[in-house]
């Protein structure tokens, strides 16, 4: 009798080996041209997804240097602070975004790459300037 293999695992590693070929294959690009913004964007986004938040983070910042008044990019830098447990400089690049013009409230309340920031006692003054954005953009 042979045991069933488990499919989950399957589709698990099915879906590492993916993003590590997306990963390289972006990776290579950068290498290339250190400065293309669109594959750098999703060469971070893929490094989160698989975990490697380091690599993530280096890419975030790279895209802040780059793109200094993208509000996307400051809110992403701040995910990814958040998740190498870099709470100050994360409520500091949330802080940038919303200035930069980030406005999606709802998703900044349950995106799971904030999970751990939102514990923090800093994240008190984030809830407070959206309760003032949220006036104030009537």
């Known amino acids: 009798m042979t045991a069933k293999s488990n499919p989950r695992k399957k589709t698990k590693r099915a879906n590492e080996r993916d993003l ?5 294959f972006l990776a290579g690009i950068v ?3 250190p400065d293309y913004v ?3 964007q999703l ?3 893929h490094y989160t997804q698989r975990g490697l938040f380091q690599e993530g983070l280096k890419v ?5 240097e780059l793109e200094p008044t993208s509000s996307l990019v400051f809110y ?4 990814s602070y958040s998740l190498t447990d870099q709470f100050d400089r994360a409520l500091q690049a949330l802080d940038r975004a919303m ?3 980030y406005r999606d409230f709802a998703w900044l309340a349950r995106d799971p790459d904030l999970k751990k920031l939102r514990k923090q006692p800093g ?4 809830k407070a300037k959206i309760r003032t954005l949220k006036v104030s953009d009537r």
């Open 20 to 24: 590590d070929t997306k990963i390289n």
């Open 31 to 33: 290498r290339r041209d």
């Open 38 to 40: 669109d594959a750098l």
């Open 43 to 45: 060469l971070g986004d």
């Open 60 to 64: 975030d910042e790279r895209l802040a």
């Open 76 to 79: 992403n830098l701040a995910c």
């Open 99 to 101: 200035d930069l013009g």
């Open 123 to 126: 994240y008190e003054d984030i």
